[in-house]
């Protein structure tokens, strides 16, 4: 979703849940000073700043090596294999350095070719035209066993840096914050995720908790998650005294 979408979102939940429907977004600071570090929005009483982590380190960069080659091939394997048909791959098994182009002109003919040919069952195949100078694409294959769904899936990574991501950014955004702190305005840090596969609503308050064990830091009244995973249904989640308490 786009940034300003998600604020906007959460501003009409937050007047909701505080009794003010009409709640608004008054002003976008970050947008009209451009000198200095800003906050994203004010919205009466309210003031907000946005941040967004990945789930794992540099996420995003390896989430678009991994379309490069899977993307958009799952039609394929409904017209070509069927349901009940999933194709799990390592974290990383497509990475920086791959001739990606050439892997998914090989992943495209698998499907369309050999994997029609599999049992029912389980199987572990090296992707055959792999460039022997590159690590194989090793694919953990089910095929007509529950449940049956289909597609690509990836098997989470080892990663333990989440708290201390957070820890860096959320630092970062308490400052701007810090200046609107006082008797007649609440800060609130809005804490965004999109990952649906790899990211909930426990793991990131575990994140937040861990890299807070006191609570909110300096400059920050309130912390927030926005799960964005589902574009057209974001859910908002108070995390404030939860960092705390459980």
């Known amino acids: 979703m786009d940034e300003c979408a998600v604020i906007v979102g959460f501003v009409r939940f937050l007047g909701c849940c505080r009794g003010n429907p009409e709640l608004v ?25 946005h941040a967004s982590v990945d789930t794992v380190n540099h996420q995003r960069e390896r989430d678009a090596s991994y379309l490069r080659v899977v993307g958009d091939l ?16 390592e ?51 089910r095929k007509g066993l529950a449940p049956r769904s289909t597609g690509f899936l990836r098997f989470e990574p080892k990663d333990v840096s989440l708290s201390t991501r957070i820890r860096a950014l959320v630092d970062r955004k308490a400052k701007k914050l810090g200046k609107y702190q006082g008797p007649s305005c609440t800060t609130v840090l809005l804490i965004e995720n999109d990952d649906i596969a790899l990211m909930n609503e426990g793991k990131m308050l575990e994140g937040i908790q861990e890299a807070y064990p006191e609570g909110c830091p300096p400059g920050v009244d309130e912390i927030w998650f926005a799960d964005t995973s589902i574009p057209d249904n974001p859910q908002f989640y108070d995390f404030t005294t939860r960092i705390v308490e459980e």
């Open 25 to 49: 977004v008054d002003r976008w600071p970050d947008k009209e000073n451009r000198t200095e570090p800003e906050i994203d929005a004010v919205a009466g009483d309210f003031a907000i700043e």
């Open 74 to 89: 799952e039609p394929l394997i409904e017209e070509h294999v069927g349901g009940g048909f999933t194709v799990a791959l």
């Open 91 to 141: 974290f990383d098994a497509i990475g920086k350095g791959r001739d990606w182009s050439r892997a998914r002109a090989s992943l495209k003919k698998w499907i369309e070719e050999e994997a029609p040919l599999l049992q029912d069952g389980s199987h572990r195949v090296s992707l055959p035209t792999s460039c022997s100078a590159e690590v194989p694409i090793v694919m953990h294959i």
